[in-house]
């Protein structure tokens, strides 16, 4: 069966620096500029600068302010350029070099952008803000226990700051330091209650923990706070599932679905919940979108092909499993797929033609999963029953009795050895099997069956009717003891 899949998260914040105002010696379009930034009109004031620029290109502040309003505006990539320019003409100005290091930390470029942090805190080595900035890019890096000496700074001299002690608790946990960072997210969380990422941080570390009902709380205080919260939806859903709370679980993966409609976790996860459900057409649904993000994973592929397959779609089903099979011949799961659906056209198979053809595909489905799996036991007994109707004994036995040296207490393997032993007319033998099987499955059915069966086959038809009625009162719908009981009269 497919697993859920997990998503990991890291969330931290960055502090912007407001560049300084220089008005002596100022250009017209500078001044504008800054006029329209007072005034919220951050596009009219970013092209203001630009035009200072184009007057000078070396006006230094004009290319600082250009770069600071380019990440007010969400635009990273373009205030790169400027503030490097700016960090060329004002060596020595901290403002400059932390917002270069925002936008390249903002555009992947971290090494550089932990670069510009360091020469921004040489210039101002007791900036809370710079030393924050800094470790959140050493957590990007993979350096927590650098983070961590550099957030416990930040935190001594800002012991209030929830952020600070949001990424402090990120560092320890990355670092399995998961009490205290439980200890510092409860901290940040009574700082900022209502901030929907240290709420999730803390969920997340609850979960981590093993306290399901904390971590549901702030996951859900989480998800109340910041609409838009798609990783505490998935984190939900996945607690959600592991207490097989599987309608819940639907609700809060269909949740971040919604928000994250390309992301492949949370499609996944829903076509693998909608299965368990029988909703197979919901969870077609489900991973055909998840292969969207993710077209060549090869358990979604083969998720899919099962769905398809108990839908009714049966040949777009074995179809979809063969694309699963061309990609990777030793997929296993994808071949046990196959191999039971090609078990059961067999069984639906109207004429002698089919079933015995159908027969032949499973058989060779299921010899390949025995290949690959040598220690599958239901693949060794589904192997032994198509011997067994193909009444090749010997390999069937074969099957049935290695099922049995892997799992001594599996009754089918049993079954099966009991039916060959009345194939092979050795009846006395069968119905001894058959008794020490009902003794240590009393409950199994089709036990009594098949002893009734062996027992009618020496003519003690009272013990084979009392045996069919035994089968008939576990599971009074069991067609076969039925039937048995009908042709010998009640």
Not at 168 to 188: M, N, P, S, Y
Not at 276 to 286: E, G, M, S, W
Request: a neutral charge.
């Amino acid at each position: 069966m497919e697993m859920i899949r997990k998503s990991v998260l890291v969330l931290f914040a960055f502090v912007l620096v407001v560049c300084a105002v220089y008005a002596n010696a100022a250009s017209e379009n500078f001044k504008k500029g800054l006029q329209f930034y007072r005034a919220g009109d951050l596009d009219a004031a970013a092209a203001s600068m630009q035009s200072a620029i184009d007057e000078d290109p070396n006006d230094a502040y004009a290319n600082s302010w250009l770069g600071f309003i380019r990440l007010k505006q969400n635009k990273p990539a373009e205030a790169v350029a400027p503030l490097q320019k700016a960090s060329e003409l004002l060596p020595k100005d901290a403002e400059v070099w932390t917002n270069l290091g925002t936008a390249l930390l903002l555009i992947g470029e971290n090494q550089k952008a932990a670069d510009a942090y360091e020469q921004a805190l040489k210039l101002r080595p007791t900036s809370a803000e710079i030393i924050y900035n800094l470790a959140s890019v050493e957590l990007k890096l993979g350096h927590p226990d650098k983070a961590e000496k550099l957030l416990r700074d930040a935190a001594a001299r800002k012991p209030n700051d929830a952020n600070i002690q949001n990424n402090l608790g990120l560092a320890l946990q990355q670092q399995g330091k998961l009490d205290e960072a439980l200890t510092v997210f409860k901290k940040a969380s009574s700082l900022d209650s209502n901030n929907p990422s240290i709420l999730l941080n803390l969920g997340l570390a609850q979960k981590e923990k093993g306290d399901l009902a904390g971590a549901k709380q702030s996951l859900q205080r989480a998800v109340a706070a910041g609409k838009d919260n798609y990783y505490a939806h998935l984190a939900l859903g996945e607690i959600y599932a592991k207490e097989n709370k599987v309608d819940e679980a639907i609700k809060e993966y269909a949740a971040a679905a919604n928000l994250k409609p390309d992301q492949f976790t949370p499609n996944y996860n829903l076509g693998v919940l909608y299965a368990r459900q029988n909703k197979h057409t919901l969870a077609i649904d489900a991973y055909s979108a998840a292969l969207k993000a993710k077209p060549t994973d090869l358990e979604t592929m083969t998720g899919l092909g099962w769905s398809l397959f108990k839908a009714g779609k049966q040949q777009e089903a074995i179809k979809q499993l063969k694309v699963v099979i061309d990609q990777d011949a030793s997929y296993v799961s994808a071949h046990r797929r196959l191999a039971a659906i090609y078990t059961a056209q067999k069984d639906a198979a109207a004429d002698a033609d089919s079933r015995r053809s159908l027969r032949d595909l499973a058989i060779a489905e299921w010899q390949t999963v025995v290949k690959l799996d040598p220690k599958d036991v239901n693949a060794r007994i589904n192997l032994g029953n198509l011997y067994l109707e193909a009444r090749d004994f010997d390999k069937a036995a074969a099957e049935y009795k290695a099922a049995s040296n892997l799992d001594s207490k599996n009754p089918q393997a049993k079954l099966g050895l009991g039916l060959i032993l009345v194939e092979q007319e050795k009846f006395y033998d069968a119905i001894t099997l058959f008794r020490d099987l009902v003794k240590s499955n009393p409950n199994l059915a089709a036990a009594y069956n098949n002893l009734g069966v062996a027992l009618e086959k020496v003519g003690r038809k009272d013990e084979a009717r009392q045996q069919y009625q035994k089968a008939l009162k576990i599971d009074p719908n069991y067609s076969d003891a039925k039937y048995n009981l009908d042709r010998l009269g009640q």
